[in-house]
Nanobody, 115 residues
Framework: QVQLVESGGGLVQPGGSLRLSCAAS????????MSWYRQVPGKQREFVAI???????SYADSVKGRFNLSRDNAKNTVYLQMNSLKPEDTAVYYC?????????WGQGTQVTVSS
């Protein structure tokens, strides 16, 4: 089992940057995949980015080239660096861990992009 706590959300102007953090309650070294999703009211949660233990990383087309996902195994933390933010990036961002066939989610952090 693993608990996830997201942080770093907030209000930012279009074109600005934010860095989200996802801190895990235990080592993430052997967690098969850690990812970020986002959700706006009335819509399904959508995939943003994923990183695996093998070191591969992939992104949704809508964020490719603007967002960067990294993991610090020593700190049990995954980061999502978000640059060139757009109003359509506004959402609650959730961290996900997939391990031993189980999905774990954090409580989410709100990101609002507005002038």
């Amino acid at each position: 089992q693993v608990q996830l706590v997201e942080s770093g959300g907030g209000l930012v102007q279009p074109g600005g940057s934010l860095r989200l953090s996802c801190a895990a309650s235990r080592s993430i070294f052997n967690i098969a995949a850690m990812s970020w999703y986002r959700q706006v009211p009335g819509k399904q949660r959508e995939f943003v980015a994923i990183t695996t233990t093998g070191g591969s990383t992939s992104y949704a087309d809508s964020v490719k080239g603007r967002f960067n996902l990294s993991r610090d195994n020593a700190k049990n933390t995954v980061y999502l660096q978000m640059n060139s933010l757009k109003p359509e990036d506004t959402a609650v961002y959730y961290c996900n861990a997939l391990t031993a066939g189980e999905d774990y989610w954090g409580q989410g952090t709100q990101v609002t992009v507005s002038s």
